[in-house]
């Protein structure tokens, strides 16, 4: 469905994906303008992290996170709601 998703987007549309998404999460976006996030540790700092790429970015174009709530290389659950 991400392959799907990445190449229905509009050609200025902006990609934001952490650095430890799986890699199934990373491939479908080689073609897009993506910008690479630096791994948080807890939730808040990927809520700041994200914030501040969503405000660096131009405020007219589109722009997608991709963030996995839950993962089955690490364990890890995050509270996305």
């Known amino acids: 469905s991400l392959n799907l998703l990445a190449r229905a987007l509009p050609a200025d549309c902006r990609v934001f994906v952490f650095e430890t998404e799986?890699?199934?999460s990373l491939l479908p976006w080689r073609d897009a303008q993506v910008t690479y996030l630096n791994a948080p540790r807890t939730p808040e700092q990927?809520?700041?992290?994200?914030?501040?790429?969503?405000a660096d970015r131009d405020p007219h174009?589109?722009?997608?996170?991709?963030?996995?709530g839950a993962s089955n290389v690490t364990g890890e659950l995050w509270p996305v709601r």
């Open 22 to 24: 799986h890699h199934a």
């Open 46 to 54: 990927a809520v700041a992290t994200l914030e501040r790429a969503l």
């Open 61 to 68: 174009g589109p722009a997608l996170v991709c963030v996995t």
